[in-house]
Protein backbone atom coordinates (compact mmCIF):
# COMPACT_ATOMS: atom_id res chain seq x y z
CA UNK A 1 0.00 0.00 0.00
CA UNK A 2 1.54 3.10 -0.45
CA UNK A 3 1.32 6.32 1.63
CA UNK A 4 -1.88 9.10 1.26
CA UNK A 5 0.01 11.86 2.27
CA UNK A 6 -2.50 14.69 2.77
CA UNK A 7 -3.42 17.60 0.50
CA UNK A 8 -4.74 19.75 3.25
CA UNK A 9 -2.70 20.07 6.41
CA UNK A 10 -4.64 17.56 9.40
CA UNK A 11 -6.07 19.80 12.25
CA UNK A 12 -6.34 17.58 14.71
CA UNK A 13 -8.81 17.83 17.78
CA UNK A 14 -8.93 15.77 21.34
CA UNK A 15 -10.73 16.12 24.40
CA UNK A 16 -8.18 19.07 25.61
CA UNK A 17 -6.03 19.58 23.02
CA UNK A 18 -5.74 21.27 19.03
CA UNK A 19 -2.51 19.80 16.84
CA UNK A 20 -2.38 22.56 14.35
CA UNK A 21 -0.47 24.11 11.57
CA UNK A 22 2.25 26.32 12.99
CA UNK A 23 2.06 29.99 12.10
CA UNK A 24 4.42 33.02 12.19
CA UNK A 25 2.20 33.87 15.37
CA UNK A 26 3.67 30.92 17.09
CA UNK A 27 7.40 32.19 16.33
CA UNK A 28 7.62 33.56 20.05
CA UNK A 29 6.00 30.60 22.35
CA UNK A 30 7.97 27.84 19.67
CA UNK A 31 11.59 29.98 20.13
CA UNK A 32 10.36 29.23 24.30
CA UNK A 33 9.91 25.57 23.74
CA UNK A 34 12.86 25.22 21.79
CA UNK A 35 15.20 27.21 24.31
CA UNK A 36 14.06 25.38 26.93
CA UNK A 37 16.77 23.56 28.58
CA UNK A 38 15.05 20.97 30.09
CA UNK A 39 12.75 20.11 26.68
CA UNK A 40 16.62 19.99 24.81
CA UNK A 41 18.12 17.57 27.51
CA UNK A 42 18.10 14.87 25.02
CA UNK A 43 17.98 16.31 21.74
CA UNK A 44 20.45 16.89 19.56
CA UNK A 45 20.31 20.62 18.82
CA UNK A 46 21.19 24.13 19.44
CA UNK A 47 18.64 26.19 20.77
CA UNK A 48 17.50 28.92 18.62
CA UNK A 49 19.52 32.20 18.51
CA UNK A 50 16.54 34.49 17.80
CA UNK A 51 12.87 34.80 17.32
CA UNK A 52 13.63 35.38 13.55
CA UNK A 53 15.17 31.71 13.66
CA UNK A 54 12.14 30.23 14.71
CA UNK A 55 10.00 32.01 12.23
CA UNK A 56 12.62 30.66 9.63
CA UNK A 57 12.15 27.38 11.29
CA UNK A 58 8.24 27.47 10.61
CA UNK A 59 8.48 28.66 7.11
CA UNK A 60 11.05 25.04 6.64
CA UNK A 61 8.62 22.74 8.31
CA UNK A 62 5.30 24.56 6.59
CA UNK A 63 7.37 23.91 3.33
CA UNK A 64 8.28 20.44 3.89
CA UNK A 65 4.18 19.96 4.31
CA UNK A 66 3.90 21.43 0.91
CA UNK A 67 6.33 19.42 -0.46
CA UNK A 68 4.90 15.89 0.78
CA UNK A 69 8.30 14.99 3.24
CA UNK A 70 6.62 16.03 6.98
CA UNK A 71 3.65 17.14 9.04
CA UNK A 72 4.56 19.51 11.86
CA UNK A 73 2.23 20.38 14.62
CA UNK A 74 1.76 23.23 17.16
CA UNK A 75 0.32 21.60 19.90
CA UNK A 76 -2.45 23.70 22.09
CA UNK A 77 -4.66 23.62 25.20
CA UNK A 78 -8.16 23.13 23.42
CA UNK A 79 -9.73 26.05 25.84
CA UNK A 80 -7.18 28.48 25.86
CA UNK A 81 -5.06 28.47 22.73
CA UNK A 82 -1.96 28.24 24.90
CA UNK A 83 1.20 27.27 22.87
CA UNK A 84 2.36 23.44 25.04
CA UNK A 85 4.38 21.52 22.59
CA UNK A 86 4.92 19.93 19.30
CA UNK A 87 5.10 17.39 17.25
CA UNK A 88 5.77 16.17 14.01
CA UNK A 89 5.94 13.28 11.75
CA UNK A 90 8.59 12.78 9.14
CA UNK A 91 11.19 10.72 6.79
CA UNK A 92 8.50 9.22 5.13
CA UNK A 93 9.36 6.43 3.28
CA UNK A 94 7.09 5.48 0.26
CA UNK A 95 9.12 2.22 -0.29
CA UNK A 96 8.81 1.07 2.82
CA UNK A 97 5.24 2.76 3.93
CA UNK A 98 6.66 3.93 7.11
CA UNK A 99 7.93 7.53 9.13
CA UNK A 100 9.15 8.58 12.08
CA UNK A 101 7.48 10.50 15.10
CA UNK A 102 9.09 13.32 17.28
CA UNK A 103 7.41 15.24 20.23
CA UNK A 104 7.86 17.80 22.52
CA UNK A 105 6.65 19.32 25.53
CA UNK A 106 7.11 22.19 27.90
CA UNK A 107 8.15 21.33 31.14
CA UNK A 108 5.10 22.79 33.29
CA UNK A 109 2.61 20.52 30.94
CA UNK A 110 4.62 17.37 31.43
CA UNK A 111 2.77 14.65 33.06
CA UNK A 112 -0.67 15.01 32.47
CA UNK A 113 -1.24 12.71 29.81
CA UNK A 114 -1.18 15.54 27.07
CA UNK A 115 1.53 13.86 25.32
CA UNK A 116 -0.51 10.96 25.27
CA UNK A 117 -3.72 12.53 23.95
CA UNK A 118 -1.45 14.06 20.92
CA UNK A 119 0.19 10.68 20.43
CA UNK A 120 -3.09 8.65 19.99
CA UNK A 121 -4.80 11.06 17.39
CA UNK A 122 -1.59 11.16 15.57
CA UNK A 123 -1.54 7.56 15.35
CA UNK A 124 -5.12 7.09 14.54
CA UNK A 125 -4.61 9.31 11.47
CA UNK A 126 -1.20 7.47 10.74
CA UNK A 127 -2.81 3.99 10.42
CA UNK A 128 -6.17 5.39 9.13
CA UNK A 129 -5.91 7.91 6.54
CA UNK A 130 -2.15 7.61 5.42
CA UNK A 131 -2.55 4.63 5.48
CA UNK A 132 1.35 3.83 6.80
CA UNK A 133 2.26 0.54 7.97
CA UNK A 134 4.65 0.90 10.86
CA UNK A 135 5.57 4.24 12.59
CA UNK A 136 9.40 4.38 14.58
CA UNK A 137 10.72 6.97 17.04
CA UNK A 138 14.33 7.22 17.92
CA UNK A 139 14.64 7.93 21.69
CA UNK A 140 17.61 8.38 23.92
CA UNK A 141 18.25 6.17 26.30
CA UNK A 142 17.87 8.01 29.37
CA UNK A 143 14.61 10.01 28.24
CA UNK A 144 12.40 7.46 30.09
CA UNK A 145 9.16 10.09 29.89
CA UNK A 146 9.71 9.19 26.16
CA UNK A 147 10.08 5.37 26.46
CA UNK A 148 7.54 5.11 28.94
CA UNK A 149 4.97 6.83 26.77
CA UNK A 150 5.75 4.95 23.53
CA UNK A 151 5.66 1.76 25.32
CA UNK A 152 2.17 2.36 26.65
CA UNK A 153 1.40 3.11 23.08
CA UNK A 154 2.73 -0.48 22.05
CA UNK A 155 6.06 1.00 20.78
CA UNK A 156 8.88 -2.15 20.59
CA UNK A 157 12.55 -1.86 20.21
CA UNK A 158 13.70 -2.62 16.65
CA UNK A 159 16.71 -3.19 14.33
CA UNK A 160 18.15 0.31 13.22
CA UNK A 161 18.73 -0.07 9.07
CA UNK A 162 21.84 1.69 9.84
CA UNK A 163 24.61 2.93 12.30
CA UNK A 164 22.70 4.72 15.07
CA UNK A 165 24.31 6.73 17.82
CA UNK A 166 24.87 4.84 21.22
CA UNK A 167 22.80 6.85 23.17
CA UNK A 168 19.53 6.16 20.72
CA UNK A 169 17.24 3.36 20.97
CA UNK A 170 15.36 2.65 17.39
CA UNK A 171 11.34 1.93 18.73
CA UNK A 172 8.87 0.77 16.01
CA UNK A 173 4.89 0.60 15.80
CA UNK A 174 3.56 -2.02 13.43
CA UNK A 175 -0.01 -1.28 12.11
CA UNK A 176 -1.36 -4.59 13.52
CA UNK A 177 0.53 -4.26 17.01
CA UNK A 178 -1.75 -1.03 17.47
CA UNK A 179 -4.93 -0.44 19.37
CA UNK A 180 -5.93 2.97 17.75
Known amino acids: ?3 RFPDEFPLLQTERLVLRKATETDAQALFLLRSDPLVNTYLKRSPPASVQEVVAFIEGVNASFAHKKGIY ?3 TMKTTGSVIGAACLFDFSRASDNCEVGFELLPR ?3 YGFMK ?3 W ?3 QLVFQTLCIQAINASVHRANHSSLTLLQKAGFRPA ?3 GP ?3 QLLL ?3 EQTSTSV
Open 164 to 166: MPE
Open 1 to 3: MTV
Open 121 to 123: SML
Open 159 to 161: EAP
Open 109 to 111: YQG
Open 73 to 75: WII
Open 171 to 173: LRL
Open 117 to 119: EAL
